[in-house]
């Protein structure tokens, strides 16, 4: 046995893939608790049960993580270019993936869940599909500052 083999997991630095692991884990988890608590307190988010739940909570962190990559792409191509037109491309591209993807990923929550996980209200439910899903990103990014701020103190 070596001295490796006696060190506990915990204190050992963790890869890069385990960090991705627990980062999307802890933010698919944050999502299923936003998706519980629209589904208990409104009665505009309407979903059958807890493993439903969690699979729509995976697949819209799955979705918005695709977006994100895609917004990064756009804002990446328009920070090449200069001046007051590709300002506004910049503007408009990015505005454009962010709305148009709510309504992708909340067509494919609808053809893959095909009533299971149902928002009530405006244009098909997409107006408290965006709360919800700007809910999630609030909550994620709060225990992400919270995180990171821990780690600025030293333990005591």
């Not at 493993?51 to 990559?69: G, N, V």
């Not at 067509?107 to 149902?118: D, Y």
């Amino acid at each position: 046995m070596t001295n490796r083999d006696n060190v506990s997991a915990l204190a050992t630095p963790p890869s890069s893939r385990q960090k991705l692991f627990v980062r999307y884990t802890l933010a698919i988890l944050i999502d299923l608790v936003v998706l519980g608590l629209f589904n208990q307190f409104w009665g505009r988010v309407h979903i059958e049960t807890f493993s439903i739940a969690l699979m729509a909570a995976a697949l819209m962190q799955l979705l918005l993580q695709a977006t994100f990559k895609i917004e990064h792409y756009v804002s990446d191509y328009f920070k090449t270019k200069s001046g007051a037109l590709a300002k506004c491309g910049y503007v408009g591209s990015v505005w454009f993936v962010l709305f148009i993807s709510k309504f992708i990923m909340l067509g494919a929550i609808e053809a893959l869940f095909s009533g299971q996980v149902h928002f009530d209200g405006r244009f098909h439910g997409a107006v408290p599909f965006i709360v919800v899903v700007t809910v999630m990103i609030a909550a994620e990014e709060l225990v992400v500052r919270i995180y990171r701020r821990l780690g600025d103190k030293p333990a005591q």
